[in-house]
T-cell receptor
Framework: DVKVTQSSRYLVKRTGEKVFLECVQD?????MFWYRQDPGLGLRLIYF???????EKGDIPEGYSVSREKKERFSLILESASTNQTSMYLC??????????????FGPGTRLTVT | AQTVTQSQPEMSVQEAETVTLSCTYD???????LFWYKQPPSRQMILVIR????KQQNATENRFSVNFQKAAKSFSLKISDSQLGDAAMYFC?????????WGAGTKLIIKP
C-alpha cells in the first residue's frame, strides 16, 4: 500500500520565518510533487522532482524552494514566509518517467497559517 | 493555453441515486490523459478514474464511470448508487504536453 506522509497536519508560523515542509514516500517513486490548494483555485503546482537532486519549477514557484537529497524525501522550503502563503500544501508522488501521466498518490496535506 | 473547467462548484444528490459531475477542457494536443480525483473531508486525495485520450472506450471503476467526448472536449464523471462515503471534493485534471492542469473542483453532498 502506497504511503505518502507529511511532517505536520497543521502549522502556524510568523511572517518572515523560514518554514520547512517535509514529505516522505515509501514506494520508491521517481516523481514527487508539491502543490498548494486554495478554495476555488484547485491545485497549483509549486515544484516537482523527477529524480534525486533534480527539480523543475511548476506554475507558482516564487517564494518557494525545494530539496530532494534522497529518493523518498522531498522538502518544500518557504524562505521567508508571508501571509499570502497561508494555504493547504499537498505532497504527491508517482511512478514513471518524468511527467504527469501516471496516478499520483497524495499525502494528507499540511495546513499552513502565516500570521 | 490548456484549461480545465468544472462549472459546478457544488452538487447534491440523494443517497442511492445517480449524479453526473461535469468537466470540460481545452488542449491542442491529440494525445493526453484525463483524471478524476476524489478528496474526502480531512482525508487524502485519491484517484477515481484515469482515461487515455486515444482510447475510445470510457473508463469505469465499479460505480464510477466517465463519459469521454473527445471532439467536444468533455469528460464527465457519473456516480451510480451514490453512497454517503462518496461525499467529497472531486477534481478533474488534464495531463497534456508535460503539464497537469487541475479544475477548481466540485463539492459533492450526499443527502441521506
Amino acid at each position: 500500500d502506497v504511503k505518502v506522509t507529511q511532517s505536520s497536519r497543521y502549522l502556524v508560523k510568523r511572517t518572515g520565518e523560514k518554514v520547512f515542509l517535509e514529505c516522505v514516500q515509501d514506494m520508491d517513486h521517481e516523481n514527487m510533487f508539491w502543490y498548494r490548494q486554495d478554495p476555488g483555485l484547485g491545485l497549483r503546482l509549486i515544484y516537482f522532482s523527477y529524480d534525486v537532486k533534480m527539480k523543475e519549477k511548476g506554475d507558482i514557484p516564487e517564494g518557494y524552494s525545494v530539496s530532494r537529497e534522497k529518493k523518498e524525501r522531498f522538502s518544500l522550503i518557504l524562505e521567508s514566509a508571508s501571509t499570502n502563503q497561508t494555504s493547504m500544501y499537498l505532497c504527491a508522488s508517482s511512478f514513471g518517467s518524468r511527467g504527469f501521466s501516471y496516478e499520483q498518490y497524495f499525502g494528507p496535506g499540511t495546513r499552513l497559517t502565516v500570521t | 493555453a490548456q484549461t480545465v473547467t468544472q462549472s459546478q462548484p457544488e452538487m447534491s444528490v440523494q443517497e442511492a441515486e445517480t449524479v453526473t459531475l461535469s468537466c470540460t477542457y481545452d488542449t491542442s494536443e491529440s494525445d493526453y490523459y484525463l483524471f478524476w480525483y476524489k478528496q474526502p473531508p480531512s482525508r487524502q486525495m485519491i484517484l477515481v478514474i484515469r482515461q487515455e485520450a486515444y482510447k475510445q472506450q470510457n473508463a469505469t471503476e465499479n460505480r464510477f464511470s466517465v463519459n469521454f467526448q473527445k471532439a467536444a472536449k468533455s469528460f464527465s464523471l457519473k456516480i451510480s448508487d451514490s453512497q454517503l462515503g462518496d461525499a467529497a471534493m472531486y477534481f478533474c485534471a488534464l495531463e497534456s504536453n508535460y503539464q497537469l492542469i487541475w479544475g477548481a473542483g466540485t463539492k459533492l453532498i450526499i443527502k441521506p
